[in-house]
């Protein structure tokens, strides 16, 4: 059973900072390009960024210079180091995984994680 499993989240004031990680089990995702989406309350799910399997990244302009994403295909693990933190930041983050940079980068993943919840305080 292929799992994505997010931990890091949590309440941080704002201009500070959180990492947050997403393992995967199940299978190796090694050649998929995996990333990063959010949804705050009352809102669509945003995209956020992702990684493709070489280590080319792509961001959102509301993220761009704060936020950056890496991976370690040993573990099978991809990581979002967020700065600078700021309230409009607060949402829900969702890892995913996608065979497709394409698909990945429209939120049409194959694979989500379940989502963890992101609160900065102003």
């Known amino acids: 059973q292929v799992q994505l499993v997010e931990s890091g989240g949590g309440l941080v004031q704002a201009g500070g900072s959180l990492r947050l990680s997403c393992a995967a089990s199940?299978?190796?995702?090694?050649?998929?390009?995996m990333g990063w989406f959010r949804q705050a309350p009352g809102k669509e799910r945003e995209f956020v960024t992702a990684i493709n399997y070489s280590g080319g990244t792509y961001y959102g302009d509301s993220v761009k210079g704060r936020f950056t994403i890496s991976r370690d295909n040993a573990k099978n693990t991809v990581y979002l180091q967020m700065n600078r933190l700021k309230p409009e930041d607060t949402a829900i983050y969702y890892c995913?995984?996608?065979?497709?940079?394409?698909?990945?980068?429209?939120?049409?993943?194959?694979?989500w994680g379940q989502g963890i919840q992101v609160t900065v305080s102003s």
């Open positions: 199940g299978r190796t995702f090694s050649s998929h390009g």
């Open positions: 995913a995984a996608s065979a497709s940079m394409v698909r990945l980068r429209i939120g049409t993943c194959e694979y």
